[in-house]
């Protein structure tokens, strides 16, 4: 029982300084306050405007793809591994 108590406010206090952590991150760094790439934008024409927006959209695809399909396959194979325990006794007590 202790265990389980220390393991769930371990878990919170990680929770609590990660959460601290991404507060304390200045908005700069994300990269929308960057000003050159905001004049570089604002400044284009409207066909670079539109590639941009363009390029945006091809860079998320792949990993948006890739994240379905792990997420599609584990769904897929969530069962694989605890059929086999409830069929066979193996005789071990763990």
């Known amino acids: 029982m202790h265990k389980l108590l220390l393991a769930k406010s371990t878990r ?3 929770v609590a300084v990660a959460a601290l952590f991404a507060q304390a991150l200045p908005p700069a ?3 929308q306050g960057c000003a050159l790439c905001y004049t570089q934008a604002a400044a284009s024409g409207a066909r670079m405007i539109q ?3 363009s390029g945006i ?3 998320i695809i792949p990993p948006i793809s890739m994240c379905l399909g792990a997420i599609f396959l584990a769904y897929r ?3 694989q591994f605890s059929q ?3 069929a066979v006794d193996s005789g071990s007590d763990w």
Do not use: E, H, P, W
């Open 12 to 14: 919170g206090i990680q």
């Open 29 to 31: 760094a994300f990269g």
């Open 51 to 53: 590639a941009l927006r």
């Open 57 to 59: 959209v091809v860079l």
């Open 77 to 79: 194979k969530r069962n």
């Open 84 to 86: 086999g325990d409830s």
